[in-house]
């Protein structure tokens, strides 16, 4: 153990260390760094506007087979009366 009264021992200067092997178990995940979080950010915003793109599309085909029920629905009724 160091005497810490020794003045050759400065508080400012780090002294050497034990290393304790990690425990076991799954390791831990890093921080992600900021080039990390920008990309995930691109990626979140991009899946955002394609699955409102999506949605656009899902409502346009939907709108459409509406519009094409109706027309057949009266071309059928102005048979039906002639």
Request: glycine content about 4%.
């Amino acid at each position: 153990m160091d005497d810490l009264n020794d003045p050759r021992i400065s508080a400012y200067k780090p002294q050497r260390r034990l290393l304790i092997p990690a425990p076991p178990g799954p390791k831990r995940r890093r921080r992600p760094t900021k080039a990390d979080r920008e990309h995930q950010a691109r990626v979140d915003a991009r899946d955002t506007r394609l699955h409102l793109v999506g949605l656009t599309d899902a409502w346009m085909i939907a709108t459409g087979v509406l519009l094409a029920v109706i027309a057949v629905m009266l071309v059928l009724v102005l048979m039906s009366h002639h």
